[in-house]
């Protein structure tokens, strides 16, 4: 079935900026909720940002509202973490998701993920 493909991610200082890029299928991304999480050292998975692929409403952590940006490039199957203002506390491996019938924070609910990518912010 689906396979989604992520890169970006790296090493940046607090307060820079970085952008990750997750594709999938025409398939799969048009027919349900696509999704960012990520995972700290010791930490449970954590929903960062999530939207249905065809439209309609984008959900965002509190912990990144204002910071970071989902969103898509329709014809390249392809969605994008824009990640602004970056702390420390973003440090995490993040990781796409989608296949979920809505854009839960319930991890659970997504069926295909990405590899992930290791984002280090340092002071």
């Known amino acids: 079935q689906a396979q989604l493909v992520e890169s970006g991610g790296g090493l940046v200082q607090a307060g820079g900026s970085l952008r990750l890029s997750c594709a999938g299928s025409g398939r799969t991304f048009s027919s349900y909720a696509v999704g960012w999480f990520r995972q700290a050292p010791g930490k449970e998975r954590e929903f960062v940002a999530a939207?249905?692929?065809?439209?309609?409403?984008?959900y965002y952590a509190n912990s990144v509202k204002g910071r970071f940006t989902i969103f898509r490039a329709t014809a390249k199957n392809t969605v994008y973490l824009q990640m602004n203002s970056l702390k420390p506390e973003d440090t995490a491996v993040y990781y796409c998701?989608?296949?979920?019938?809505?854009?839960?924070?319930?991890?659970?609910?997504?069926?295909?993920w990405g590899q992930g990518t290791q984002v280090t912010v340092s002071s």
């Open positions: 998701a989608a296949g979920a019938q809505a854009p839960t924070s319930r991890y659970g609910q997504y069926d295909y």
């Open positions: 939207f249905m692929w065809s439209g309609g409403s984008t």
